[in-house]
């Protein structure tokens, strides 16, 4: 994900069983540069706000901390100058083979 310094971004973790049903697991979110960007993370755990910082990289973690092992998903956050050009790739949803 990329954004611009002044901006911030809503992300969403969607969790599911091996059948496809949404589950309520509590998720912990942690990001691994603060100061690249800072988290908001909502009472019921399933969205947090990254908001932006001083331009760089960092690694936003979502973890489901009650399993064993605990499962995780990540996300790059790329923030670059305001008024700087955005490039975006957006995977779509993955499929069984």
Known sequence: ????????????????????????????????????????????????TVVSGAPGSAVLTATITSMDPPLSATLAVDVVPAGTATIELVPGEPMDE
């Not at 901006?7 to 979110?29: F, L, S």
């Open 1 to 48: 994900m990329q954004m611009n310094t002044g901006q911030k971004v809503t992300v969403t973790c969607d969790t599911e069983d091996a059948a496809g049903y949404d589950t309520v697991e509590t998720i912990d979110w942690s990001l691994d540069n603060a100061d690249v960007a800072t988290l908001q993370v909502s009472e019921d755990t399933r969205t947090c």
